[in-house]
């Protein structure tokens, strides 16, 4: 069978020595000296390995069977470090593992099953939609695209190549965050007019204003942008920076917002809204290195409730004294939720008011997520995964509105029947990003 075409020929690699999990540190399991069949052996190559590229592949190694023998990145020195890390874990390993500057090659190398996407946004679709097509099953970091368009076309790959492809959003595989959701859902919070979306992050902050220079000596700087339009290196906008630049991502609406949008829309079972109205400006850190809001508030609005998205970075004070969460505010009690736990708080002039005292966090979402992720490329059953493509690119493109609507500095209205805004100069200018350097979105 063409989805399992590598699960076996794979055995020759694993005897000698592929990385199975760590004996130190926190991957030390105790089944990492479990014996594994050869045909329940996967291989991952990680794209992207300083931030979450990394955190993805040790989640990833903590399941049997799954081995890392390939990782790429446009800066030496992250794949150093890596590797130590990967040392300290493994003694030996990292002489196994192959290292690319381009991602077209690990995509070329047969030895790779699955492919982990830890890019920069502005790199998630092409490389999401490259993998498919390179007949590779795909984990991407959210948000999964960096346009409306791009996330049409990552779906629209999924379905014609028929891989496995699991978005990022690993909340929706933590329990706390699921049972809260079938609350919301029992229907006991009564009528939920309004869900408030926040996210307070006082710890986040741009670089500082610094002259252009030379890249970092080991950095494929043309590599980095792929796609983006060319523009002198600054180290201000390099690595977690880039977030804050529109060349690249969307601020905190696309950083943070696609986790805990994710969830009010799910715990809504809401399409896409009507309309959209964000203000907000660069209000904390007008001194320093951003193009993205650093405080932004948008109101979208659905057939039968609102939502409010607020995001400030540079302070943690947020709603019910919590530096981000969702709050379904119902006739009978609010339900509020976030990484740590949730709790119904009740409505004291509700007619069948109920409260729920503070349920705490009881599992790792990450590593939740990825044992989902790795059940169904096994099994094939793409409908069990936990965040397929097609719920990362609703949420993605919810955000992406949001944004739009703050770069327009207008109300905007969706229409649901052509797919596009009502206002065209707003879909022409922002649907679809342009691609540059001989770069191109693939029609699929």
Not at 170 to 175: E, K, L, P, V
Request: glycine fraction near 10%; charge should be positive.
């Amino acid at each position: 069978m063409n989805t399992r075409r590598n699960f076996l020929r794979k055995t020759s690699l694993i005897a000698g020595g592929a990385v199975l999990g760590a004996s130190t540190g926190s991957l030390a399991l105790p089944y990492i000296t479990r014996r594994v069949a050869p045909a329940d052996r996967l291989n991952i190559g990680t794209i992207g390995i300083k931030g979450m590229g990394w955190s993805n592949t040790r989640s990833a190694l903590k399941i049997p069977g799954v081995n890392l023998v390939a990782v790429c990145d446009i800066d030496q020195g992250v794949i150093a470090d890596r590797m130590k890390d990967l040392e300290e874990m493994k003694p030996g390993a990292s002489a196994r593992v192959k290292k690319y500057g381009d991602y077209r090659q690990l995509l070329d190398d047969k030895d790779v099953d699955i492919v982990i996407i830890g890019t920069p946004d502005h790199w998630h679709a092409l490389q999401m939609i490259h993998a498919c097509e390179a007949g590779k099953d795909v984990y991407v970091e959210k948000p999964v695209g960096n346009s409306i368009e791009e996330c049409r076309r990552m779906v629209a790959a999924q379905k014609r190549y028929g891989k496995a492809v699991q978005a990022g959003q690993w909340q929706r595989s933590q329990q706390h965050f699921r049972d809260a959701v079938d609350f919301v859902q029992g229907g006991q919070l009564g009528n939920i007019r309004t869900v408030k979306v926040w996210c307070y992050q006082g710890w986040m902050k741009p670089g500082p204003v610094v002259p252009d220079s030379a890249p970092p000596q080991g950095v494929d700087y043309k590599q980095w942008l792929g796609p983006a339009p060319v523009r002198p290196f600054n180290s201000s906008r390099f690595h977690f920076n880039f977030r804050w630049f529109w060349d690249y991502a969307g601020g905190l609406m696309t950083d943070w917002g696609v986790h805990l949008i994710d969830y009010a829309l799910l715990g809504m079972k809401a399409d896409l809204p009507k309309s959209i109205a964000g203000l907000g400006g660069r209000f904390a850190y007008p001194d320093l290195y951003e193009e993205t809001p650093d405080t932004l508030t948008t109101l979208y609005e659905f057939d039968k409730f609102n939502m409010v998205w607020d995001s400030a970075m540079g302070i943690d004070n947020g709603s019910y004294g919590r530096d981000h969460g969702i709050a379904y505010i119902g006739n009978n009690g609010t339900l509020v939720l976030n990484r740590s736990g949730w709790e119904v708080i009740e409505e004291k002039k509700g007619e069948h008011k109920v409260s729920k005292p503070f349920v705490e966090r009881s599992d790792n979402g990450l590593d939740r997520h990825w044992e989902n992720f790795v059940d169904v490329v096994k099994t094939r059953r793409f409908e069990s995964l936990n965040c397929p493509i097609e719920a990362g690119a609703h949420v993605a493109t919810v955000a992406q509105m949001g944004n739009i609507s703050y770069l327009t500095g207008q109300k905007l209205v969706w229409d649901k029947s052509k797919g596009r805004f009502t206002d065209e100069a707003a879909n022409k200018k922002y649907l679809e990003k342009p691609y540059h350097n001989g770069y191109k979105l693939p029609k699929v």
